[in-house]
Nanobody, 118 residues
Framework: QVQLVESGGGSVQAGGSLRLSCAAS????????MGWFRQAPGKERESVAR????????YYADSMKGRFTISRDNAKNTVYLQMNSLKPEDTAVYYC???????????WGQGTQVTVSS
């Protein structure tokens, strides 16, 4: 069983930055990929970024390209999301998830709130 714990959320003014962390734990953690998602009030959950664990290759939603950076620390089993130039519309609960077998995301964290004020 994989456990994912996010941290680093908070409140920031527009134009500011935050870095989210997601620490994975379990008897033997391995994953094909890790991802960040977000869900704003009244909206559907959307994909933010994805990173292939072995290669470090990254993918981003179009609206996040250039502002958000996903990275990982293999030794710490931790994935990060650096968010710069934040906008009020980035306000959401951010979740990390693990795609352990290259299929679907099958483990999810509890989420961390990010609030961006104008």
């Amino acid at each position: 069983q994989v456990q994912l714990v996010e941290s680093g959320g908070g409140s920031v003014q527009a134009g500011g930055s935050l870095r989210l962390s997601c620490a994975a734990s379990g008897r033997t953690f391995s994953a094909y990929a890790m991802g960040w998602f977000r869900q704003a009030p009244g909206k559907e959950r959307e994909s933010v970024a994805r990173i292939i664990w072995s290669s470090g290759r990254t993918y981003y939603a179009d609206s996040m390209k250039g502002r958000f950076t996903i990275s990982r620390d293999n030794a710490k089993n931790t994935v990060y999301l650096q968010m710069n130039s934040l906008k009020p519309e980035d306000t959401a609960v951010y979740y990390c998830a693990a795609d352990r077998r290259g299929g679907t995301y099958d483990s999810w964290g509890q989420g961390t709130q990010v609030t961006v004020s104008s």
